[in-house]
């Protein structure tokens, strides 16, 4: 499975690059531009949310927590008793209120906020009727609730995150099914990363550098190509400086970047990625931008605003762990959605707007640039390390690229031979580019991951 994630991730390398150039030329106009945020449209968000909250009573919580963790299959389990037992009269506007402040800290977010406010791209809500906003909003609480509630268990033990990840893995054998290419792709990269939580901590040591880099660029890297396909290029050039900005063999005392450590805990683990908060930050805001394309896009929203993922200005070398766990809850619920029709939550479409996913994506462009501009400023020969570190790995990846397209094949049979014929299309296409490219700069780093 790494070496589908190493060659996935050539394989867009490759289209990137394809475009590289005149996207550096259409974007020049933004990279001297300033990240501007104001946190009082964070706050304005969050009253429109907490009005919609007023007067839901505990007991329509549970209930549509319930019927939520009915569609997750967890109704009846431990899971489902931990949250239910948690649920208090305040339970959905102290989450609401607790988001808002830190999302008020975030300097990126903000600024993707106050860029939609700007160019009204919200004006697409405000054109619903009243008790379809209100209804989604009360629901996608709830379902941020179940998620922030797996997430804060799991942080507390390991072995409750172990049960949680079995259980649900056991019964989503086949749900894969339901997913297009892109999903797919992130269903089988999110499982190698809970994985690799999981292994870690029992093991307690962090992962191999070239497996870090390598699954988290892939699944960044999956989301720009999406981005592209659909248009949205300045996210997707934000999501490429994210991809590129990655970990290091060794500890960078300038931008803080090195290999994965366990907490002194022991019950997570922590991520070297270059100016951690700033990288958090970036990625929240993209993430943001990038799943605001679904229809259903608050519940995809939920997942990334939750305290334990937006929060991790409290300890931001910890922040892609909730958002892993999050992200594979997530997955349960976008399989069981999507693979069945006879459910509310299949149903729930015209959420996604291009105007806002706009606004959104050239405020994060404008921060990607800041980032790289901080990175530069912290150390002028960062960006050369980390890019040796990406291009060697992926030349490594083509290196084995037969045998990964090998079970790229398999994974997708049920697919249908369109993918497969795709990517044997696409390797025959790039995968001699990417690996001279590869090369010709690797040569001269050669033992940087001896």
């Known amino acids: ?178 997913f297009n290419l892109f999903m797919k792709a992130k269903f089988f990269s999110v499982i190698l990363a809970v994985d690799g939580l999981l292994n870690q901590m029992d093991n307690k040591k962090g992962s191999g550098i070239i497996q870090s880099v390598a699954l988290l660029s892939a699944n960044i890297l999956e989301a720009v190509l999406e981005d592209t396909r659909l248009g949205f290029s300045k996210n997707a050039k934000a999501g490429w400086v994210l991809a590129k900005s990655t970990q290091t063999k060794t500890p960078n005392p300038k931008t803080g970047s090195g290999p994965n450590v366990i907490s002194a805990d022991g019950k997570a683990v922590e991520r070297g990625l270059p100016l951690m908060p700033k990288w958090d930050d970036l990625y929240l805001t993209w993430n943001f931008a990038f799943v605001s394309h679904f229809e259903s896009a608050p519940y995809y929203w939920a997942k990334l605003i939750i305290p334990s993922v937006i929060c991790y200005q409290e300890k931001p070398r910890e922040f892609l762990f909730p958002r892993v766990i999050a992200l594979w809850t997530h997955l349960l619920f976008c399989s069981y959605t999507q693979g069945f029709d006879n459910n509310q939550w299949g149903k729930v479409t015209g959420w996604n707007n291009d105007n806002f996913i706009n606004a959104f994506s050239q405020a994060n462009l404008i921060s990607a640039n800041a980032y790289e501009a901080a990175l530069k400023q912290a150390d002028p020969s960062a960006l050369n390390e980390l890019s040796t570190a990406v291009t060697e790995f992926f030349e490594k990846g083509m290196d084995k690229g037969q045998d990964a397209l090998a079970r790229l094949e398999k994974a997708l049979e049920e697919g249908g031979a369109r993918w497969v014929d795709s990517f044997k299309s696409a390797v025959e296409n790039v995968g001699q580019k990417v690996t001279n490219a590869g090369r010709s700069v690797s040569n001269a780093f050669k033992s940087f991951f001896d």
């Open 1 to 178: 499975m790494l070496k589908l994630a190493l060659l996935s991730v050539c394989i867009l390398l490759s289209c990137w690059g394809a475009h590289s150039v005149p996207l550096d030329s259409r974007f020049a106009a933004l990279r001297s531009a300033t990240v501007t945020g104001d946190p009082a449209n964070i706050q304005l968000t969050a009253d429109f949310v907490l009005a919609q909250l007023a007067g839901v009573t505990k007991e329509e919580m549970v209930s549509g927590m319930k019927k939520l963790l009915k569609l997750l299959r967890l109704d009846g389990s431990e899971f489902e008793t931990v949250i239910i037992d948690s649920v208090t009269p305040t339970s959905l506007t102290d989450m609401v209120s607790k988001s808002a402040t830190c999302a008020k800290a975030s300097p990126y977010f903000s600024a993707g906020i106050t860029a939609v406010k700007n160019a009204n791209g919200h004006a697409y809500i405000n054109a619903k009727p009243a008790a379809e906003v209100k209804a989604i909003v009360i629901d996608v609480a709830c379902y941020g609730y179940i998620l922030e509630k797996i997430n804060i268990e799991s942080r507390k033990d390991t072995e409750f995150l172990r049960r949680f990840y079995v259980l649900t893995k056991g019964q989503a054998k086949g749900f894969k099914n339901n």
